[in-house]
């Protein structure tokens, strides 16, 4: 299956910066996901990040707080952008694993997080 | 309506019991289900994949109702090392939308 290195895994940030968290998957892909998970939360998907195009925001997300690149198939940055301690999550990329051989163990792999605590 | 329901629990079992976790979706464009397990602190990690004719892997066996739209997974002879938060996923609109999850606590 995919391996993705999502970084910072962690950050205590001010109120009023910005942080970006990238991610790296080792083999190319066509679209990845971008979730928050707050705490005692389930997973809620921010926007998808496709190569070549503009990111699509889920209902409640906009591209001046979570401005996302997609300059390649392997590799993502989402951008957490004025933050305030509402913004304190986990922040997850994902993406959709064919599987090895393909269609065996299919489903979406994720990173392993970023903690984000804004003070 | 939420796009998926799921029961948060949480389910305190001892060793050795059969849980079930339902997942209900209302949305019948839903194309492939899934269960995710997610240990604290820790990202998600896929337990199955949710076939029509229902799977089975070890101790796991995971069910899909498209007539009642629901999805389940059954624990059987369960471990310590099960104890964890269950989420059940659908794929649709080429995108993951995930359940609140089920807490699972398994007790000696």
């Known amino acids: 299956s995919a391996v993705i290195s999502q970084k910072p895994s962690r950050d205590i940030c001010q109120r009023g910066t910005s942080l970006t968290i990238q991610c790296q998957v080792d083999s190319q892909v066509t679209m990845m996901f971008w979730y928050r998970q707050q705490p005692g939360q389930s997973l809620t998907l921010i926007a998808t990040?496709?190569?070549?195009?503009?990111?699509?925001?889920e209902s409640g997300f906009v591209i001046d707080k979570f401005p996302i690149s997609r300059p390649n198939l392997t590799f993502s940055t989402l951008t957490v952008s004025n933050m305030s301690p509402e913004d304190s999550s986990i922040y997850l990329c994902s993406v959709e694993d064919l599987g090895e051989p393909a269609g065996a163990n299919y489903g979406y792999t994720f990173g392993s997080g970023t903690r984000l605590t804004v003070v | 309506r939420k796009e998926v329901e799921q029961d948060p629990g949480p389910f305190n079992v001892p060793e050795g019991a059969t849980v079930a976790f339902n997942c209900t979706y209302s949305?019948?464009?839903?194309?492939?289900f899934f269960w995710y397990r997610q240990d604290c602190r820790k990202e998600p990690k896929l337990l199955m994949s949710v076939y029509s004719s229902g799977n089975e892997d070890g101790r796991f066996t995971a069910q899909l109702n498209r007539a009642s739209q629901y999805i389940s997974l059954l624990i059987r002879d369960s471990k310590l090392s099960d104890s964890a938060t269950y989420l059940c996923a659908w794929r649709g609109y080429n995108k993951l939308i995930f359940g609140a999850g089920t807490r699972l606590a398994v007790h000696p």
């Open positions: 990040a496709n190569q070549g195009s503009e990111a699509t925001y």
């Open positions: 949305n019948s464009a839903s194309q492939s």
